[in-house]
Every structure is written in structure tokens, then in C-alpha cells.
């Protein structure tokens, strides 16, 4: 039974004509692609103990209880699902991969490394999302891997690429559902280049080698991801949002706009319409950058709002991946990714519940003061009710009773972990 104030709230959204049981079903049927590293610092489990060795990646904080075996990352995503409404899917890096104490190069990785990682998921009824790393490694300690200026480095990270392709793509047949492979990589340049043609050059032949092999799109998607700058790539980065979209528009793949890979006052929402007119469909990373790409916490926000505002008015949900990209290492994991997903997921609900044919009726007559005015009056509308309600049908806690969940979690678990 519905509670007095969700129904209030109903009443309150069918005066504008938006019913509130339809906008609930809908976002159930919405998954977003859960991060893996944000449960280890982007560590992976390679090297155990490793951590990071360059790329321009660099989570922030000690906070206890990170994970340290892929059992414990795993038993650490099955408390954080536990928390947040609906069903979701999780996106793994390649350097996440289980060689049962062999050492086996990237170049050679294949799905056996992930059958733990897929029998998972299948357990759970989630689909699995991949990338390949192209950091934390001894051929990428020169800032280059797939622009590389010595060919047989180049032809590693191809041959990287290429076994990621097939890895993901069989994860998508096994688990029924497609598997975005996302290329993203650190190459740049930390001071002012002469050449920025050359690295440009290779990277389009090295991808393109990358994405020779035709994979049946039942079971993948091929993204690329741009970035503005990074640590150690300040003054130039090879894949800028400009050659990525190029490449993504000339080869018919999807791009990835991440919002912490631009300015850091430059939104993702308005790039959305505009790349969808060339692109089949889009992978966004949330982030939340502060003053430069620093992978916050993503958070129940304007520029949240704004993106799924975009996404939902431009009836583009059917063509975009959603997916986090964060990593906080000083505060508790788990409770990074909740609070990260149901933000994420408030931001779509708040854009589900806008009256857009109302809205796009009104500024199609030209009645641009009654959209600003109806767009001001929705803010006060009781949008928390039906939060609360999607979260008590989905039977996760509802408000901030989820917080001591995880607080007893980090006594009896993380804590335990030195």
C-alpha cells in the first residue's frame, strides 16, 4: 500500500498530467552501470597491492576497508546493491581480472580471467560493462600507449584492445545483455607539443586496428572516451572531444562524454542532442570534477539534473549507456556508491516527472513566460513522496535509514580489513 504522502504527491503531478505510477515503472526498467574501481582506489588485481603506477588516475584519501580480493570487492558491490532501488550492471577494467597467481600480460587476457566476474553477475541478473586499462602499467610509464612513437608498444595496447573487444563481447552473449566496451587512454603531454598531428595519426590507425574485427551488436557496443586534460597530460591530450567525435561519427560507434572530462565550467547536457544527430548512441560517465577531473562523488545536483533533463526531453533514453565514474578513497567505499547511484537515479526521476509535452507545447506557441514559470513551480512539488515510494517498492531503505546499514557494515567488515 502507497503511503498518504506519495499519494499527495500524485495528485500534485496528475494536475500537470504526469502520472506518477508510469514515470516509477519506467525508471525500475532504467539500469546504471555501477563503477568496479571504486571499491579499491582503481587498484585491480593484478599485482595485489600494486595500486596505481601513472595515467593520470589518482584517488585521493585512506580511508579503511578498501578491497582487497576479488571477493571482497564483490561481497562489497552485493551490500551496496542492496541499498539502492532497482537493477543495475557493473562496469569492470580489465585489470580486474583473476590469473590465480600466473602472471599473464594484458596483450593476452581472455574471458577465462572473468568467469568469476560473469558467473557473478548472472547469479544476480546484472549485465557487465568493460574497458580496457591503459594505465598502471610498464608500457604506459611514458604517458603513450596506442600513440606510441615505437611500434611494438603501439601493438601491445592494439592487442590489448582487441582481446578487450572479445572479452566484453562474450560477456554481453553469456549474460544476455550488450556489453559496452569503453577506450579510454592517458596519452598526452605534460608540457607544450610541437607535433600534436603525429600522436593524433597513430591513434586513428591504432583504433581502427582495434575495431577491425566485426562484433555482433546483440552483444556490444564499441565507445570511445575523450578528455580535456589529466595529470601529467595538462597541455595536451591526443583524444580530445573533437577527434573522438570525428572517429565515433566516421565509424558509426558510440562516444562517451564523461562530465568531469571537460572545462570545469563546461556542461555535458547541451553536447547530448547535438552528438546524437551523428551517433547512434552515447555512454555518459557521471563525475563531479572540482576544479579539475577529480572523480567526486556524484551527487543529486544541477549539472546532474541538467544531463538527465536533456536525456529524458530529448527522448533519448532508448540510445544512451548511463554509468558512474568515481573514486573516493576518503570516505567509505560502499557508501560512495550509494550515495552515487541514488543521486544519479534521483536526477533521472526528477527529469521523468517533468510535464515535457506540456513544457515543449508551451514553447512551441511561443508562451516562453508560462515555461519559465511552470519550470520554477515544479521545484516545490513533492518530488521526495515519490522518491520514498520508488525506494520502498524496490523494498531498499528509504531517507538515510541505508546509512547505518552501511555503518554496521564497516564495524563488523571493512574494519576488520588491515
Known sequence: MSSPAYALAGESYAALGVDTEVVLKRLAAIPVSLHCWQGDDVGGFEHPGAGITGGGIQATGNYPGKARTPDELRADLDHALALIPGRHRLNLHACYAEFGGRKIERNEVNTSHFESW?????????????????????????????????????????????????????????????TVTNVWIP????????????????????LDAVFAEKLDPRHHRDAVECKLFGIGSESYVAGSHEFYLGYAVSRKILVCLDAGHFHPTEGIADKISSTLQFVPEILLHFSRGVRWDSDHVVLFDDPTRAIME???????????????????????????WVVGVRGTLKSLLWA??????????????????????????????????????????????VGPAWLPVVKAYEKTVLAQRT
Open 187 to 206: 596519452d598526452g603531454s605534460k608540457d607544450l607539443p610541437v607535433d600534436r598531428k603525429g600522436p593524433r595519426a597513430r591513434l586513428e590507425a591504432s
Open 352 to 397: 521523468l516527472l517533468e510535464p515535457s509535452a506540456q513544457l515543449r507545447a508551451l514553447e512551441e506557441a511561443g508562451d516562453y513566460t508560462s515555461r519559465l514559470a511552470l519550470l520554477e513551480e515544479l521545484k516545490s512539488l513533492p518530488f521526495g513522496a515519490v522518491w520514498d515510494e520508488h525506494c520502498r517498492r524496490a523494498n531498499v531503505p
Open 118 to 178: 560473469i558467473q557473478w553477475a548472472k547469479d544476480r541478473g546484472l549485465g557487465l560493462d568493460f574497458n580496457p586499462t591503459y594505465f598502471s602499467h610498464p608500457l604506459a610509464n611514458d604517458g603513450a600507449t596506442l600513440t606510441h612513437r615505437d611500434p611494438g608498444v603501439r601493438q601491445f595496447w592494439i592487442d590489448h584492445g582487441k582481446a578487450c573487444r572479445r572479452i566484453g563481447a562474450e560477456m554481453g552473449r553469456r549474460l544476455g545483455s550488450p
Open 310 to 336: 536533456e536525456i529524458v526531453r530529448g527522448e533519448f533514453l532508448a540510445r544512451t549507456h548511463i554509468g558512474l565514474d568515481f573514486f573516493d578513497a576518503s570516505i567509505n567505499r560502499v557508501a560512495a
